[in-house]
C-alpha cells in the first residue's frame, strides 16, 4: 500500500494518480529497488464503474501501490480538475516500456494470464524483441478461481522462482481481486494488473491509431473487433461513466474519496483462501469500507 500522497484525480471517489508514462516508470523503479511489496492497478471506465458498484473492490483500488490512468476519459476529468500534466498509460505500453528500457534490465518476470499457450507465446516474442528480458516463468490460469491444487502449485511455483514483477492478465476485476488476494502468499516485489496486454502483444487484438486514442473512442475500436465479449461491458458502463461525472465535475452530487477501513483479507502465509470460502470474506466484517469526505 502506498503510504505517500501524490498529486490524484478524483473520479467518483476512485483516487487516480495525476501520472504520465515517464512519472509512472519513475514510480515503479522506486518501488522496485526499495523492495516495496504491492500492486499496480490500471484504472479506465471499466475498473471505475466497477468499483462504483462495489465496495469491495473500491477498497482493493485504495489498497493498492500505484494507480494509473488508463483510460482518456480518466484523463480528461483530471484535467479538468487541475492535473495538466496527466497523461493516458494503457497497461500493454507500460509492459512494452519496462520491457524495453535497460533500467529494468535486472528484474525478473512471470507472466500469469492469457487463454492457453498465450503467455508463452509472449514469452517467445519478449525474449526475442528484448534479448536482455528474464521472463522466469508462466501461468496459464482456469477461467474461475484456482483451487487447492492449482493454488499450492503456483504459490511453490513463485517461491522457487522468486520473480521481481507478476503480469497479471485475466481482466478487470477479477485481476485486481487475485493480486490484492494472494500478494502476500506470493514471493515477488510488485504485481501488475494489464488486462488484455496478453492479447495486444501476441497480435490477437489490434491496437487503435493514436488519433482514435486521443479522442477517447479506443473502446470503439475494441467492440468492433470483439463485439459479442464486449457489447454488454460498454452497454453498461459507458452511458453509467459519462452520466455520474457529469453529476460529479456539475456539483450536483459528492461522490466521497474512498479511504481505507478494511480491506478484503488477503491470503495469510499460513492458510489458504480456495473458491468455497470466497462468499464467505465478501460478506465478513472485513470486507466493509469506509467512505469518508476528502
Not at 478524483?10 to 523503479?29: D, P, Q, Y
Not at 474461475?144 to 502449485?153: C, K, P, T, V
Not at 515477488?188 to 489490434?206: N, P, W
Amino acid at each position: 500500500m502506498n503510504q505517500f500522497k501524490h498529486p490524484a484525480a478524483k473520479l467518483l471517489g476512485i483516487s487516480i494518480e495525476a501520472l504520465n508514462m515517464e512519472l509512472t516508470l519513475k514510480r515503479i523503479s522506486g518501488e522496485l529497488e526499495g523492495r516495496r511489496k504491492g500492486y499496480i492497478c490500471m484504472a479506465g471506465v471499466h475498473g471505475i464503474m466497477e468499483a462504483h458498484r462495489n465496495a469491495e473492490l473500491a477498497a482493493i483500488y485504495a489498497g493498492s501501490s500505484i494507480t494509473v490512468p488508463d483510460g482518456t476519459p480518466t484523463v480528461w476529468v483530471g484535467r479538468w480538475e487541475g492535473h495538466k500534466a496527466m497523461q493516458r498509460v494503457a497497461g500493454p505500453d507500460l509492459m512494452l516500456e519496462v520491457f524495453r528500457r535497460k533500467q529494468f534490465a535486472a528484474y525478473t518476470h512471470f507472466l500469469y494470464g492469457g487463454e492457453e499457450h498465450v503467455a508463452e507465446e509472449l514469452r517467445e516474442r519478449f525474449t526475442q524483441r528484448f534479448p536482455w528480458a528474464r521472463i522466469v516463468g508462466t501461468y496459464t490460469p482456469p477461467f474461475r478461481d484456482l483451487n487447492a491444487e492449482e493454488e499450492e502449485s503456483l504459490i511453490a511455483s513463485i517461491r522457487e522462482l522468486k520473480p521481481d514483477i507478476i503480469w497479471v492478465g485475466i481482466s478487470t476485476p477479477r485481476q485486481e481481486r487475485f493480486m490484492h488476494r494472494y500478494l502476500h502468499r506470493l514471493d515477488t516485489t510488485l504485481m501488475f494488473g494489464v488486462g488484455a496486454a496478453y492479447d495486444f502483444h501476441t497480435g490477437r487484438i489490434h491496437d487503435a491509431p493514436q488519433w482514435i486514442k486521443t479522442i477517447g473512442m479506443q473502446w470503439l475500436h475494441r467492440l468492433l473487433q470483439d463485439p459479442r465479449r464486449l457489447w454488454k461491458r460498454y452497454l453498461r458502463n459507458n452511458p453509467a461513466f459519462l452520466w455520474h461525472i457529469a453529476l460529479q465535475l456539475s456539483g450536483l452530487r459528492q461522490y466521497p474519496a474512498t479511504r481505507l477501513a478494511y480491506l478484503p483479507a488477503p491470503l495469510e502465509s499460513d492458510h489458504a483462501l480456495h473458491a468455497d470460502s470466497v462468499a464467505n470474506q465478501r460478506t465478513s466484517p472485513k470486507a466493509q469500507l469506509q467512505q469518508l469526505g476528502s
